[in-house]
């Protein structure tokens, strides 16, 4: 009889061997797209957690799995697979890295004694024989509790707005018998504090509340805090976290000057600066072409046009850019020269105190200084 693994197997063989082979006969190895079949038979990374919940509350269980390829994950319950069309069950996949899926099964609300199953995780690729693992979940009826069954005396609200950058606090306080353990979701998935070092779980002040520093816009979604004992575990309502990104398009701070007036071969300093959300950045342009700043680095909300040995007036424009518009202000710099000659130079009235000397010039506006 021929399973379906070692036909697997057998595949893989051949198709290594031909490549091998391939290689060896001296044809173009690359050609050969066959070697990038190396499989992996899928294992489970995350086995679901036996659960207690309360009737008309959240049970959610977790697994996750390993493969290449990797692996597609669904549900059982006493045997049958579970179908997500009845609205009190969710099923949320998630892509981990390369070759892991996580999978949530999620009942609410929970049912007694409906829900009272063993909920079976399988996972598979098409290599191997799949895996699975099982949880059992009971439900206990709300008004019939057993003692030490966690209670959530203050749970985060139901939403709340941030700004990126800002730092936030989800707060959670949880009793039961034994003290309950809390941690966190986020869309359904439980919160990993080890791979965001933003993320942390508070112990003292508000014990329990979930600190998220420097947000991000890809921290938005909804929480949801669960405290757990030995007795059963209890989920807060979700909060909806937003994250705003404040908006504003360039402007100038510090506009440089209409007009910037320069003696011949002296040297000038021109600030520009300029703000918005995101910052934009800044640059000089002389002329109507010619770029002053280097593409590949330039200066975020602040350039300062530095000229030496200025020869030629010319005009100079700071342009201030992000994503959200273009902004340009110019500066004519008007270099002093020295006037062209007088014209026309008469002398007349000589008297032995006093001369009188007339003279005409070219072009009267050219005249800055004599
Ligand atoms: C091998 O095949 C690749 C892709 O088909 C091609 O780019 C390359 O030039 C070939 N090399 C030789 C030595 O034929
Ligand atoms: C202009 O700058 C250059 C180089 O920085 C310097 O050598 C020169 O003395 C400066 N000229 C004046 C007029 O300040
Ligand atoms: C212009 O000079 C100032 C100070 O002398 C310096 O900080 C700035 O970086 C210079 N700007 C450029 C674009 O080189
Ligand atoms: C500078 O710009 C002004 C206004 O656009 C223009 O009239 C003038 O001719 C320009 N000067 C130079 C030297 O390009």
Redesign the pocket.
Known sequence: MCSSSSWQALVTTVLACSAVCAFASGANFSAFPFIQYLTQPPSLTVKPRPQQAKSNGVASFYCGARGDPRPTIYWRKNLKKVSTSLSRYEIVDKVVGDSETGSVLRIEPTRAPRDNAVYECFAENGVGDAVSANAKLEVYDEKDLPAGFPVITEGPGTHKSIEVGHNAVLQCTATGNPQPNIYWLRDNMRLDLDTNPRYSILDKGFPGALQISDSQETDQGKYECVAENTVGTQHATTMQLWVRVRRVPPQFSIPPPTMEKVKV???ISIPCVAVGSPMPYVKWRRGKTTELSPEDKLPVGRNVLNL??VEVSDNYTCIAASSLGMIEATTFIKVLTLPSPPIDVKVSDVTSTSVKLSWSHPNPDDIQYY
Do not use: A, I, L, M
């Open positions: 071969g002296e040297n030496t040995n």
